[in-house]
């Protein structure tokens, strides 16, 4: 078995990494933990991207003035 490194951040050549990981050509990394937050990591931006652009087209167009206004007292109120 060659020595664990950590993953790479290129998706293909995770995937890569992963299946001789599966099948035992590898080590895998000494902490699972990095796994753990990789996947997370990824699951959150994925979410990220998403996010503003969905929650504007769920709103009213009141609504959305009512939360710039609220923003802008915060901003200029100080």
């Given at each position: ?28 990394p000494k ?33 959305r003035s009512?939360?710039a206004k ?9």
């Open positions: 078995m060659a020595k664990a490194k950590k993953l790479p951040k290129d998706t293909n050549q995770r995937a890569v990494m992963i299946a001789q990981i599966a099948t035992g050509e590898i080590e895998a902490e699972e933990t990095d796994l753990i937050k990789l996947a997370a990591s990824a699951m959150g931006r994925k979410g990220g991207l998403k996010g503003g652009k969905a929650r504007a087209e769920s709103l009213t167009a009141k609504k009512e939360i609220k923003a802008a007292a915060a901003r200029w109120g100080k």
